[in-house]
């Protein structure tokens, strides 16, 4: 079963640990990625325990540990309970990648970060996403949670500092 779930989404993942915080199926056309941060260090594992609590109210379609593995949470198909906006959320592929430091700039590791642009890249490919185009704001298809939510830091400084560079390097692997 693992496998055809795989077949359906990103063949990058390597994990696949379904959460009921979603809604079946999403209401909108994927057009957009949405980049989170776990603000912790957790394993795909983790993560998948944490998303599959019902009380919790929250999701990603993917995940992304401090080594660059990469789960599936939420199936594309569906929409993800992870930006605090359902509009946001029915167009965008979420992506919730660990830190590998808490707090201050929130880094991720560069395994990480390399798979982010892998999975950034596969997403657009198979949804048909020619460009993304990151403008600070909701305008863009490369948005971050904190454009939704003003109470929070995610993806933290690291991340956001990095964004119309993860733009222009999944722009380039789609060239």
Known sequence: EMSEVIARNSPLASY???SPNADFPRTGEIKKIT???MGANYTLEELGESFGKKDRRASSNYG???NGNVAL???EKNRSWASSDAE???M???IEVANETIGDDWRVSDASYEALIILCTDICRRNGI???NYTGDTRGNLTTHNMFREDTECPGPYLES???EIAAAVNQRLT
């Open 88 to 90: 946001n959320d029915n």
């Open 162 to 164: 990095r964004m119309e």
């Open 16 to 18: 696949v640990h379904l």
């Open 92 to 94: 965008s592929v979420t």
């Open 130 to 132: 020619e460009k993304l």
């Open 73 to 75: 949470y939420v199936e």
């Open 64 to 66: 992304i540990d401090i």
């Open 35 to 37: 980049i989170h941060h």
